[in-house]
């Protein structure tokens, strides 16, 4: 049990690190490539196929599917492709084409807030006071780099940025339903299910509204941030599951704000953006992801293991 909560940790600081190198480069690939909604429906299909061909490959190695059992599962595995594969997707990117990068990291981050008040409420997990301190000190460091409270009120009244909370939204709803069907499927079957099946849906849109032609790639250039973004969507998908399964919901998304460190070097090395006005509020969020690791790492009673778990 320990062990498996240990390597929820392991994976989920894998998927912070993809994560904060994702808003960075999907913050430049939305604008290059020009309609966000189609390079949403590429990248994601990219991504969908990579998972597969994991799968394919690796299925001596642990990479199992496993058959949904019941309606239930498949109407739950169904609306985590329209509510955590598709629909938000579109909005993110939609968002991201018009607000910052700093903004959209901000929101994104915030799924954090929403996903500890669910989790408590819905799948009923346990947070100490560890948990309430290191909560905090992420989203004041979030805050302080959106701007301070002025940045925050800003990012209320843009809609680009409204759009990625709505988004964000959607993935805390997402991220509980994923953490109930976990216990019955393996976190192979659920990326498969979110990616694949969310996939589907972004065609189906793209044919309603009269894109579907513009999907492929038309450009080395286009084919280069689809190829990139698909791998890193990928990556982000199977270590995301993949912890998820493994630890509680509010830990592995806790974990996930420090994807905003990656970010802010990024900045710094490619954008020339200074780091040093911002190290305090790095700091907090180094301080609050160090706080919740120690508190995953130590030994103590672990959720339940899944059925994903021997995934």
């Not at 799968?55 to 498949?74: M, N």
């Not at 948990?131 to 680009?160: E, K, M, P, R, W």
């Not at 200074?274 to 907090?284: K, R, Y």
Request: contains cysteine.
């Amino acid at each position: 049990m320990t062990h498996s909560r240990r390597t929820g940790l392991l994976l989920a600081l894998a998927t912070a690190c993809i994560s904060g190198v994702s808003i960075f480069v999907n913050s430049n690939g939305v604008k290059a490539y020009g309609s966000a909604a189609v390079y949403t429906t590429a990248k994601n299909i990219a991504a969908a196929i990579i998972l597969g061909a994991i799968v394919a490959v690796g299925t001596r190695h642990g990479t199992r599917l496993s058959r949904p059992t019941s309606r239930g599962q498949w109407a739950t595995l169904a609306a985590v492709a329209v509510i955590g594969g598709s629909v938000p997707f579109v909005l993110f990117f939609e968002g991201l084409a018009r607000a910052t990068a700093t903004q959209a990291a901000f929101l994104h981050k915030s799924l954090v807030i929403w996903v500890a008040i669910l989790a408590v409420v819905v799948l009923r997990e346990k947070l100490s006071w560890v948990h309430y301190a290191a909560i905090a000190l992420l989203i004041a460091g979030q805050i302080g780099l959106n701007g301070g409270l002025a940045g925050l009120l800003a990012v209320f009244t843009d809609s680009g940025a409204m759009m990625v909370l709505g988004a964000t939204l959607l993935w805390s709803v997402e991220v509980i339903i994923s953490k109930r069907v976990l216990a019955d499927v393996t976190p192979w079957t659920l990326s498969i299910a979110r990616m694949g099946g969310g996939a589907v849906v972004l065609v189906a849109w793209s044919a309603i509204t009269g894109t579907i032609g513009k999907i492929v790639p038309s450009s080395s250039s286009q084919w280069g941030w689809v190829a990139v973004t698909g791998v890193l969507l990928a990556a982000y998908v199977a270590t995301w599951h993949n912890a998820l399964a493994r630890a509680q919901a509010v830990d592995v998304t806790a974990v996930l704000v420090a994807g905003a460190l990656i970010t802010a070097l990024l900045s710094g090395a490619f954008k020339g953006v200074s780091l040093a006005p911002n190290l305090p509020w790095n700091g907090l969020i180094l301080a609050g992801t160090v706080m919740l690791a120690v508190q995953m790492w130590r030994a103590r009673p672990a959720p339940r293991l899944t059925a994903g778990c021997s995934a």
